[in-house]
T-cell receptor, first 115, second 112 residues
Framework: EPEVTQTPSHQVTQMGQEVILRCVPI?????FYWYRQILGQKVEFLVS????????KSEIFDDQFSVERPDGSNFTLKIRSTKLEDSAMYFC?????????????FGPGTRLLVL | QQQVKQSPQSLIVQKGGIPIINCAYENTAFDYFPWYQQFPGKGPALLIA?????SEKKEGRFTISFNKSAKQFSLHIMDSQPGDSATYFCAAKDTGRRALTFGSGTRLQVQP
């Protein structure tokens, strides 16, 4: 069964450093998402991306965040200058275009620790 | 307005029991209500979903009950098994949008 993959599984960085989290969505999906889950808390929506542009973003997704589809398979989340409070599990998800009801399939996540 | 309130925070049942997890919302524009199951170290996986024009949906041992007037929905797990031990999240989606708003999660433990 096709699945969303994410790399790395864990990343440790120093406060102020830039990090790039990578995702390979399911191949025939065209809608992509990033969510985050701070330890012990609920999953929170960050951004959705379609047709090479952001379609929705939350208030969490401020200027320090950016997303990109650099090629036909990868989808990335960049955090420009990490803060301690960016420590979380970051999940990538993808869905088919057909309907806004389409199931979002989540990857296994990247655990980011900012020191 | 965008919140989804989930309870209980944790739940312990014996094998064969029927755990019930409840969620409530305020936003009447929500048009899709999925439940996700998450095992430790894994991403959330869709379990079952319902739209507000249906009062109940059953898939295998999992049932969603939906009360539109009360703005509440719940997940029932029939004949629960130790393998069902996981964290369960309810979620909701606003009309015309794709962002999912998640509840706070329920950690379920099914004892053998």
């Amino acid at each position: 069964e096709p699945e969303v993959t994410q790399t790395p599984s864990h990343q440790v960085t120093q406060m102020g450093q830039e990090v790039i989290l990578r995702c390979v969505p399911i191949s025939n999906h065209l809608y992509f998402y990033w969510y985050r889950q701070i330890l012990g808390q609920k999953v929170e929506f960050l951004v959705s991306f379609y047709n090479n542009e952001i379609s929705e973003k939350s208030e969490i997704f401020d200027d320090q965040f950016s997303v990109e589809r650099p090629d036909g398979s990868n989808f990335t989340l960049k955090i420009r200058s990490t803060k301690l409070e960016d420590s979380a599990m970051y999940f990538c998800a993808s869905s088919e275009v057909v309907s806004s009801i389409g199931t979002q399939y989540f990857g296994p996540g990247t655990r980011l620790l900012v020191l | 307005q965008q919140q989804v309130k989930q309870s209980p925070q944790s739940l312990i049942v014996q094998k064969g029991g029927i755990p019930i997890i409840n969620c409530a919302y305020e936003n009447t524009a929500f048009d899709y209500f999925p439940w996700y199951q998450q095992f430790p170290g894994k991403g959330p996986a869709l379990l079952i979903a319902i739209r507000p024009d249906v009062s109940e949906k059953k898939e295998g041992r999992f049932t969603i009950s939906f009360n539109k007037s009360a703005k509440q929905f719940s997940l029932h797990i029939m004949d629960s098994q130790p393998g069902d031990s996981a964290t369960y999240f309810c979620a909701a989606k606003d009309t015309g949008r794709r962002a999912l708003t998640f509840g706070s999660g329920t950690r379920l433990q099914v004892q053998p």
